[in-house]
């Protein structure tokens, strides 16, 4: 990694000189089987896969601090427009024909553009796909690899494989991002606007299960990027939570699990907010949710180690902005019409606080997986936020994707790297680009490095529509409570906080990690037989744990409380405690530690020197049966 980051600087000294580098059809061409690649070595010497997160960073397999320094590398999710001949270059975005392949095969090899990615300073890369990708059996045309004339004949799955591989031997890591359906370019209404528009959730999670398990044995295939920028078709809004077919966190929630527990367990699952809800017209609602749903409700995968959240920003758009000039256009404020201090603001309200807050439910690694601006950008409001934003994931030392790496010399100027028909390099690297300053100042900027510690997990249960068991010991005993809506922390955390109605949860591992033993049976719980101590809430049914096991679960029935699950302890746990009551209020630890985890219900928490023994409830009258209050024991 240290030679990547020298070969950024070198080239940031080389354009303030105004020399500019050697382009790529000055290099030797090589394949990507026998081109020497020292840089690469290095970088793959650097980290250990898997990637899992520790709190807020993304650590590896030695559990030291990976930054994303990464940017996307576009084009096998499609590129044509929607209308016309999809021969006609003409009809594809910036005339760039993508063929379904990653841009630049056509004009460079493959070995050429993964070192040109070494001299850019990134260690990962963001691999766009559409599920039609996966599916086309067609050989790619042999001009679509004419630099690259070993990839003839392959379907385009095929040639990413290709990518994939020569791009992991290189020490990158690989993110796989499903974003679009159809080989189309996104977005608005294209029929791409959710995972399920163009197909079924059952087709997308397919999909993701085939790709998951296709790449599981290459190591440095290190995330799965569920879909890209969900947002409104014509008629209906994408959701966060109201488990319907429109439900993002549902369906996230559900395939990460899947491809944890049936294709890859490595993964890290990567969920990207809500990028649009609402029609885009002055005085109707409309808005960017980004990540801010996740503040209280937010996922809580089988492997707690494995969650990163993802948002999307360019000055074009606005927090109410869809970024559309003409139709679609209203007179909200873009992120570039913002002032520095209100940019920064809004951007840790919509997407930094996930990892800015810690010992949340919340709380996991932030990856700005796309923004980006044009070399030939001249207004003054695109420049200053591109530097402004550059300073802001500076400042947080978030993990970042530029959009997009490679493009066609002539066809807009996004791109870091353009490449002509001959196969010349131009871009950051070559020449005079305003961006080359604030990209070096990225990519050097002074991060934490090193081991990271190992921090406290909290996270949270949602039981308003479905089972939310989280334990895979759990999971791998069946059914225990056949019928009711039922809720397991995952394992190594104990259940900590319970809401009066609607089934939500908080879970932590804080100020007891390691506390569930190894072996040993669950204990379901329906009735008082363990209550032994004492009465700990006169006149209500309470449920209790044997001696030596604390509650991990609960279940319900509608809203009323049907059992407890109590798991097996590794040391003796005490037997003095306290009631914390929660029928007519909050009962939480000063700070809220593990954040808000039932908005708009009274819930009760225990603080983190204590576990649940018990769950009370009672029958009375317009009672119900809801969870009234918890035993609270010391540790």
């Not at 758009?317 to 809004?346: K, V």
Request: charged content about 20%.
């Amino acid at each position: 990694m240290k030679r990547t980051l020298l070969g950024a600087a070198l080239a940031a000294a080389l354009l303030a000189a105004g020399t500019p580098a050697a382009p790529a059809s000055a290099l030797p061409a090589t394949s990507s089987a026998t081109a020497p690649a020292p840089a690469g070595a290095a970088l793959a010497d650097s980290w250990q896969p898997p990637l899992s997160t520790r709190g807020r960073y993304v650590v590896d397999a030695d559990g030291r601090r990976f930054k994303l320094k990464s940017g996307n590398w576009h084009g096998a999710q499609g590129s044509w427009n929607g209308s016309g001949d999809l021969a006609d270059p003409a009809n594809h975005h910036d005339a760039e024909k993508s063929d379904q392949l990653p841009l630049g095969l056509d004009r460079a090899p493959l070995a050429t553009i993964l070192a040109d990615f070494h001299a850019l300073g990134i260690n990962s890369l963001r691999l766009p796909f559409s599920n039609e990708m996966l599916h086309d059996q067609r050989p790619v045309p042999d001009a679509a690899v004419a630099a690259n004339p070993q990839l003839r004949g392959r379907t385009p799955l095929q040639v990413f494989d290709a990518v994939v591989a020569a791009t992991t031997a290189e020490g990158f890591a690989v993110i796989l991002n499903n974003h679009t359906n159809t080989s189309r370019w996104c977005c608005g209404l294209d029929g791409n606007e959710r995972w399920n528009t163009s197909q079924s959730t059952a087709q997308w999670e397919n999909d993701w299960l085939f790709l998951a398990r296709r790449y599981k044995d290459n190591k440095r295939v290190v995330g799965a990027d569920l879909y890209n920028e969900v947002r409104r078709t014509v008629m209906d809004d994408a959701n966060w939570g109201w488990g319907d077919g429109h439900d993002w966190w549902t369906a996230t929630q559900r395939l990460g699990d899947r491809l944890l527990t049936e294709a890859n367990p490595d993964l890290l699952v990567i969920v990207e907010g809500i990028n649009w809800q609402g029609i885009p017209a002055d005085g109707l609602f409309h808005w960017r949710p980004t990540l801010e749903p996740a503040r209280t409700l937010s996922h809580t995968l089988v492997a707690s180690d494995k969650l990163v959240y993802s948002a999307h920003f360019y000055g074009y758009t606005g927090p109410n902005h869809t970024g559309a000039t003409g139709t679609g256009e209203t007179h909200d404020r873009r992120y570039q019409e913002l002032s520095r201090e209100d940019l920064f603001a809004t951007l840790d309200r919509q997407a930094f606080f996930v990892s800015a807050d810690t010992g949340r439910h919340y709380t996991a690694p932030v990856w700005i997986s796309e923004f980006g601006i044009g070399a030939d950008e001249t207004n003054p409001q695109g420049r200053a936020w591109f530097g402004n934003f550059v300073d802001h994931l500076v400042a947080t030392d978030a993990d970042f994707a530029y959009w997009p790496l490679v493009g066609f010399t002539g066809h807009g100027r996004w791109k870091l790297l353009d490449y002509d028909a001959q196969g010349r390099r131009s871009g950051i690297l070559d020449g005079d680009d305003w961006r080359a300053a604030d990209w070096s100042r990225l990519v050097t900027a002074p991060a934490k490095t090193g081991t990271v510690p190992v921090t406290d997990t909290w996270d949270q249960l949602n039981l308003d529509h479905a089972d939310a068991v989280q334990s895979l010991r759990v999971r791998a005993g069946g059914d225990w409570d056949q019928g009711a809506r039922k809720g397991v922390c995952p394992d190594g955390q104990r259940l900590v906080g319970l809401a009066h109605r609607d089934g939500r949860g908080l879970c932590t591992d804080a100020g007891a990690a390691g506390l569930t033993a190894p072996t040993g049976a669950f204990t379901v719980v329906r009735d008082e037989r363990y209550v032994k101590e004492g009465d700990w809430a006169s006149g209500y049914t309470k449920l209790q744990c044997p001696q030596g096991q604390f509650m991990t679960g609960y279940s319900v029935r509608g809203q009323a409380v049907s059992a407890a699950l109590c798991a097996p302890a590794t040391r003796a746990l005490p037997v003095s405690g306290r009631t914390v009551w929660f029928d007519r209020g909050d009962s939480r630890p000063a700070g809220g530690p593990g954040g808000e985890f039932a908005q708009g219900n009274y819930k009760g928490q225990c603080a983190t020197t204590e576990y649940v023994a018990g769950v009370a409830f009672t029958g009375a009258w317009a009672k119900g049966k809801t969870p009234d209050a918890l035993l609270c024991r010391a540790l």
